[in-house]
């Protein structure tokens, strides 16, 4: 009877092997009394040295990897060869590190839960090693709850270690000095019965993050007093006041810095009117003139604001009184006015009225 054909079997006999680790092949005959055999080794078409039924291949490579295949020898009969079977080397990926929740971007100052993912390395009994080396408290962990520290400016990065197989390290999880909230207004002014929409962003932040992703929540403050704390960058408001953001997020909550203030005023329906006493549009040198700015309605008392191209300003009062006139009083002049009783209500502008102040009277002579 013909000699039964051989089996080769791997042992771990699990599908994932990494390189590194260490695996033992051996060349299985039914029935057979295995000492009396001597054995021929391939590895896909290339013979291996090697006459024993079972060896031994520490420090897999990839280059361990193929189909291996057997036949015996007794008193000069040879088996049939042995289908073949397939080592795998599976060389670990370079792991990720990865934050839970999973926010694009960590900031000094930030807690937040670090993990090391090493693809298609599940179901692997990896240990894990760290940097910065101070979170390698053994036993090391895939996880840490960790306080990122600017000193750790360079980053956090892992690599996975199982038997003599090491993944390479990961691309580092760097760290942003702590963040500051923008602040940012479509107009300045609450235009009468309309609103502004004001937009608080985290600053620096990563350019691929959209914000339901990076985990913001935007608190907002109205004169020095908390307003309202939104998911969304966004707010729209009717009423004036002196307005700040800062983003939050985390547990314990994580604040960016306070935006700069934004003074958001309400346009009251008065408007006032620039007048020239007397009324003469041209004046001369040296001539007297008064700008005035009038606010009809009621009895409310005001602060005056002036805006001209001229070289010399008014003072904020309601009236500019020029005692003698020069080239330098000459330009556009425009006024607004704030209650007194209520800082954020302004008046809009006044239509602009022009002064020129001639040099001389001789030419028209
Ligand atoms: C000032 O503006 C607020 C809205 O910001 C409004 O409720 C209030 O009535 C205004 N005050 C006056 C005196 O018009
Ligand atoms: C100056 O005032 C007079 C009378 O109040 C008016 O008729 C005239 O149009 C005004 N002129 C200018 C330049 O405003
Ligand atoms: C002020 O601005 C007006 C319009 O832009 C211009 O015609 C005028 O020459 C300017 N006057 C001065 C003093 O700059």
């Not at 090697?50 to 291996?68: A, K, N, P, Q, V």
């Not at 990896?126 to 895939?142: C, D, H, Q």
């Not at 009117?273 to 001369?284: D, G, H, Q, R």
Request: overall charge neutral; aromatic content about 10%.
């Amino acid at each position: 009877t013909d000699p039964p054909k051989p089996t080769v079997t791997l042992q771990p006999s699990r599908t994932q092997i990494y390189s590194g680790e260490t695996v033992t092949v051996r060349c299985e005959i039914q029935g057979g009394e295995r000492a009396q055999w001597t054995y021929e080794w391939r590895r896909g078409q290339k013979n291996i040295h090697e006459t024993s039924s079972e060896y031994r291949i520490s420090r897999l490579t990839e280059s361990h990897g193929g189909g291996y295949s057997c036949r015996a020898t007794r008193s000069s009969s040879w088996t049939e060869w042995s289908d073949s079977t397939t080592l795998r080397v599976t060389v670990p990926s370079k792991p990720t590190v990865t934050l839970q929740p999973p926010w694009p971007q960590i900031y000094s100052g930030e807690t937040v839960t670090v993990r090391c993912e090493i693809q298609g390395g599940e179901g692997a009994q990896w240990t894990y090693e760290w940097r910065p080396a101070k979170l390698n408290t053994p036993p090391t962990y895939s996880e840490y709850r960790i306080t990122v520290t600017e000193s750790d400016s360079g980053g956090y990065s892992c690599r996975g270690k199982r038997s003599f197989s090491r993944t390479e390290w990961s691309d580092a999880l760097t760290v942003v000095s702590k963040p500051k909230a923008e602040l940012r207004a479509d107009r300045t002014a609450v235009p009468v019965g309309g609103s502004v929409t004001l937009t608080c962003s985290v600053s620096p932040s990563s350019s691929s993050s959209s914000s339901s992703s990076s985990g913001w929540k935007y608190y907002w403050y109205r004169d020095g007093k908390s307003y309202e704390a939104l998911t969304n960058g966004q707010i729209s408001v009717s009423e004036g006041g002196l307005y700040s953001c800062r983003g939050g997020r985390g547990e314990p909550v994580y604040y960016t810095e306070d935006s700069e203030s934004v003074r958001i005023d309400t346009t009251v329906s008065n408007r006032p009117v620039v007048t020239l006493y007397p009324n003469w549009s041209e004046i001369y040198r040296g001539e007297t003139i008064t700008v005035r700015c009038e606010i009809h309605g009621g009895d409310t008392e005001w602060d005056y604001e002036w805006e001209t191209n001229s070289t010399i300003k008014p003072p904020n009062q309601n009236e500019y009184r020029i005692r003698s006139a020069s080239s330098s009083n000459s330009g556009n002049y425009r006024c607004k006015g704030r209650m007194k009783s209520s800082q954020h209500n302004t008046t809009e502008w006044s239509d602009s009225v022009t002064l020129t102040v001639s040099d001389s009277k001789s030419y028209l002579l």
